[in-house]
C-alpha cells in the first residue's frame, strides 16, 4: 500500500513532525479499515472506567481487550491488527528514514553512528515495525474516525499501550523483549527513538539490585563490539589420549553448582548460553573448572574430526567446503598431511572431549559391567591421541569468516 501524508511544516519541531505523522498514519489506518474496526465490540467495562474517561469523551470505543469466547477468531482478530500497526510504523519510519541516526556504543556489531535501515537482524524499519506492530494496532482500532485539532497527540498515539518508556518519556520503545541484551558481551541495553532529536541511543535501565527505586544504570561501551570472536581454554591430558562427542555430559559426576549459575553468576544476574556470546565462553570456563571437560560451541549439522600425522594437531572442519569461484562446487578440506578420523553429529552444536582415562572411569561409575566401546559407539565418540599433558583447544564459532574453514582446534 502506498501511503501519503502531508508533511508538517519545516518549521515544526522533530517532535512534532513525528506525532503528526504517526497520529495521521493511524487515522488513515482507521478509516480504511472500518468495517473490520466496527465488527469488534467494545469493551464496556473498560469504557467505562475513569483510566479511559478523556479518551471516550473524543470518541474512542475502548475495543481491547477482546470479549469473545472463540479463540480462532481472536487470534485472527489479533494478528489483522499486528499486521494493520506493522503497516503503520513501516510508513513512519520510512518516511522520516533520512533523519534517524543510531548509537548502540558498540552493542550488537554496531559500529559508530549508522543510518537506520531496512532490514536488519536487531534494529531496523522491519525489527522495529514488527515489535510495535500490535500495541499501534490496538491503539488505532479504538479511534473514532475524526480526531479534533486540538487533542493531545502523545495522548492518541499511546491510548491503551504506552508505545513510550516508563522511564524515559521522550524516548519510543524499540523492542519488547523481557531481556534485552547485547548478543555480543551480555550487557541489558536500553535502545530507545529519542522523538525530540530522531536519535536512536542507549539509555540507562533501572538498577534491580538497589535498594534505591530510582538508581540507574548508565549504558558502557560494549567491550566485545566485533564479537568474542575465537576463544580458547585448556584440559588435562594425562593420558596423552582424548575422547571427543557431540556431548559427553551424560558420563559427567554431579557437580554442587549449575552451569546456568555459574553463568548468570558472572553476570550478576539470570544469563544463559542463548543469551550472548561471552556467555558461551564463561560455558566453557565452568566445564573446564569443575569438569576438567572441553564445551565449545562448533555450529549446526555435522563436523569433521582431522588429525595432523606429524603434530597430532586437530582440526573440526567441514569435510567439503564451497569453491570460492563457484558456490556449486565443493573442495576437499583435508589437507595433505591430515587423516580424517571421523564425523561428529552436532545435535547440540557443540564439541565435548575430556582426557580417556578420566572418561573410563566416569563410565565406570555410571556403570561398571558396561564396555568402554558401547558407551564410545553409544556417544558417537572419536578417540585420539595427543601430545601434552595440558591440552588447548579453540572455537572459531563466534569468527563466522573462518566457519567454512575450520570450526575449531585441538592441541
Not at 512534532?16 to 504517526?22: A, C, G, P, S, Y
Not at 557437580?255 to 566453557?284: E, P, R
Request: net charge negative; glycine share 4%; with cysteine.
Amino acid at each position: 500500500m502506498n501511503i501519503k501524508t502531508t508533511p508538517p511544516a519545516s518549521t515544526t519541531s522533530k517532535k512534532e513532525k513525528f506525532l503528526t505523522l504517526l497520529s495521521d498514519l493511524m487515522l488513515k489506518f482507521r478509516n480504511e479499515n472500518s468495517d473490520f474496526i466496527e465488527s469488534i465490540p467494545a469493551n464496556d467495562r473498560r469504557t467505562q472506567s475513569s483510566s479511559y474517561a478523556d479518551l471516550v469523551e473524543e470518541g474512542f470505543t475502548i475495543r481491547f481487550p477482546f470479549h469473545d469466547d472463540d479463540q480462532v477468531l481472536k487470534d485472527k482478530c489479533k494478528t489483522k491488527i499486528s499486521n494493520m500497526g506493522r503497516e503503520i510504523v513501516t510508513a513512519l519510519l520510512t518516511e522520516l528514514k533520512g533523519e534517524i541516526t543510531i548509537d548502540l556504543k558498540g552493542h550488537n556489531r554496531s559500529l559508530g553512528i549508522t543510518p537506520l535501515k531496512v532490514s536488519d537482524n536487531f534494529l531496523s524499519i522491519e525489527a522495529i515495525a514488527h515489535n510495535l506492530g500490535f500495541k499501534v494496532g490496538i491503539n488505532t482500532i479504538i479511534m473514532p474516525k475524526e480526531i479534533s485539532e486540538n487533542f493531545d497527540k502523545e495522548r492518541l498515539v499511546s491510548s491503551i499501550y504506552d508505545i513510550f518508556s516508563l522511564e524515559h518519556d521522550e524516548g519510543l520503545q524499540l523492542v519488547r523483549e523481557t531481556w534485552n541484551n547485547c548478543k555480543c558481551c551480555g550487557d541489558e541495553i536500553e535502545p530507545l527513538l529519542n522523538i525530540n532529536t530522531l536519535e536512536i541511543s542507549l539509555y540507562s535501565t533501572p538498577d534491580l539490585k538497589s535498594n534505591s527505586l530510582t538508581a540507574m544504570i548508565e549504558p558502557k561501551e560494549c567491550k566485545y563490539p566485533t564479537g568474542v570472536n575465537s576463544y580458547s581454554n585448556e584440559i588435562k591430558t594425562p593420558s596423552k589420549k582424548l575422547v571427543i562427542a557431540n556431548d559427553l555430559r551424560e558420563v559427567l559426576a554431579e557437580c554442587s553448582i549449575d552451569v546456568d549459575d555459574y553463568i548468570s553468576g558472572k553476570f550478576g544476574d539470570y544469563h544463559t548460553i542463548s543469551m550472548s556470546q561471552l556467555a558461551n565462553v564463561y560455558n566453557t570456563e565452568f566445564y573446564v573448572e569443575h569438569h576438567n571437560a572441553m564445551y565449545i560451541q562448533v555450529g549446526a549439522g555435522s563436523t569433521s574430526i582431522f588429525q595432523d600425522k606429524n603434530t597430532l594437531k586437530v582440526e573440526a572442519k567441514p569435510e567439503y567446503k564451497c569453491d570460492p569461484d563457484d558456490n556449486h562446487k565443493d573442495e576437499y578440506n583435508g589437507k595433505e598431511n591430515e587423516v580424517h578420523l571421523g564425523d561428529i553429529d552436532l545435535a547440540l552444536w557443540a564439541l565435548c572431549a575430556m582426557d580417556f582415562d578420566q572418561f573410563v572411569k566416569l563410565c565406570q561409575a555410571k556403570d561398571r559391567e558396561r564396555s568402554i566401546e558401547s558407551w564410545t559407539d553409544e556417544l558417537g565418540a572419536v578417540v585420539i591421541d595427543v601430545n601434552g599433558d595440558v591440552t588447548k583447544f579453540t572455537s572459531h564459532y563466534f569468527a563466522p569468516e573462518q566457519q567454512n574453514e575450520i570450526r575449531a582446534e585441538i592441541g
